[in-house]
């Protein structure tokens, strides 16, 4: 094949500079300094032919994406069925495509279709990954591209597998977080000057929101792992689902900790113990031990005295 000529080069380089950005033939023209479409057309075909410019059918419009040298030399050393291959694999993206649709679509034999995965995975052109929604299926994508999160399940998996390990930790710390801004000096009971006020007053309006919680862990580093609110938020009504958190103040992403869940954690029994909120005999309570009794005036028959009955 001849050398690709200095206008058409010119052209491709002009078309890298906005990565992966779409032209349509209007600003081809412009690129290329080109009124004339037949000319246009000729500087395309010896783009496309050496594999440098991909076409592109987006809203029914033609468009043409610059593909970079490395990359075209790569396709160019491929067979012509390896190539088919490649190009469906690398138009379905992030998602990923299903080994029983790409025999499918490409139309060729199981073997020679095998035969070409076989050897694009070898040479680290193509991997293979797990889905969690489809976990017996054989999904391949391009070896430098990153899988969807609805593909492998969000950044609380690990190898296609939900680690609740890591779910559990991070959930420990935003409960413990929110537990600090749901009772005052909560875990320093020796400070309080009232052991009675383990909570705060009517009103109190400072508990933790979803965006403190994720600032929190933003700026304490917690974890290498990249989440955003959405993820902290799902987190946080799993904890709720668990009666590990609930809403604050009627709102949608404002939390406090129940007392119930801090007594089960053990946080809130040392609380009581420490600071002597629980009973301290195991005797029975009974209104009737702190009550005062109407004395029964027995020219008063009419009269029913609940002391009385409750004691007949």
């Not at 017996?136 to 999160?149: D, E, F, G, S, V």
């Not at 992403?253 to 029994?269: A, H, M, N, R």
Request: a negative charge; charged letters at 25%.
């Amino acid at each position: 094949m001849d050398e690709l000529s200095e206008q058409a080069h010119q052209l491709h380089e002009k078309m890298l500079e906005v990565e992966d950005s779409l032209h349509n033939q209007h600003s081809m023209q412009k690129l290329a300094h080109l009124e004339n479409t037949t000319d246009l057309m000729k500087l395309i075909q010896e783009l496309v032919d050496r594999k440098l410019c991909k076409l592109i059918k987006q809203n029914g419009e033609l468009m043409f994406k610059a593909v970079p040298q490395l990359e075209a030399m790569l396709v160019n050393q491929m067979t012509d069925d390896e190539q088919m291959i490649y190009s469906y694999i690398e138009a379905s993206g992030r998602e990923g495509l299903w080994v029983k649709a790409l025999k499918a679509r490409t139309n060729l034999h199981e073997k020679v279709v095998n035969k070409c995965l076989k050897s694009l995975e070898g040479q680290k052109y193509i991997k293979t990954i797990q889905s969690v929604q489809h976990p017996t299926r054989k999904i391949y994508m391009l070896y430098n591209l990153q899988p969807a999160l609805d593909v492998i399940g969000g950044p609380f998996f690990t190898d296609s597998e939900l680690d609740t390990g890591f779910v559990e930790g991070l959930g420990l710390l935003i409960w413990k977080f929110v537990a600090t801004r749901s009772y005052p000096h909560f875990f320093q009971p020796d400070t309080l000057a009232n052991p009675v006020q383990a909570s705060y007053p009517a009103g109190y309006s400072g508990f933790a929101t979803l965006d403190a919680i994720c600032e929190f862990i933003l700026n304490n580093d917690v974890t290498n792992v990249e989440l955003n609110s959405s993820n902290i938020r799902s987190l946080c009504n799993l904890l709720v689902y668990d009666d590990k958190l609930e809403l604050a103040n009627n709102s949608f992403d404002q939390y406090t900790v129940p007392w119930q869940s801090l007594v089960e954690s053990k946080f809130g029994k040392a609380f009581e113990s420490q600071n002597n909120l629980s009973p301290q005999d195991s005797t029975t309570f009974s209104i009737f031990d702190y009550g005062s009794k109407v004395p029964v005036e027995e020219e008063e028959e009419d009269k029913i005295y609940l002391d009385a009955w409750s004691h007949d």
